[in-house]
């Protein structure tokens, strides 16, 4: 995976460790995107975008509790993010 490589010469950017979380869930690798969004976070944790993804991986792979509570700490950061994360969700049938 490029994004591997490119981790390697950036750990600490914050768009690669989000590309690489999404790619990992879409793999259905949970431990390993859930690894890479909650770097993230913790590296840019007033990220709007990142908690919604941080959401989507968790009601991804098993929808839970956690996964809510992130989509809940989001829009405090950016509304005009959660009204993307809400068309998302309604795109796939999820009701917010």
Not at 40 to 46: E, G, N, R, T, Y
Request: aromatic share 4%; hydrophobic share 45%.
């Amino acid at each position: 995976m490029a994004a591997r490589a490119g981790r390697e010469r950036e750990p600490d950017s914050v768009e690669l460790l989000d590309v690489v979380a999404l790619a990992y869930s879409e793999l259905r690798k949970k431990a390993q995107a859930l690894e890479a969004i909650e770097t993230a976070i913790s590296l840019c944790p007033d990220a709007a975008l990142l908690h919604a993804h941080k959401a989507l991986i968790l009601a991804r792979n098993a929808p839970n509790a956690i996964g809510f509570a992130s989509y809940r700490r989001a829009p405090l950061a950016r509304p005009a993010c959660m009204r993307t994360w809400r068309n998302t969700l309604s795109l796939r049938g999820t009701v917010c």
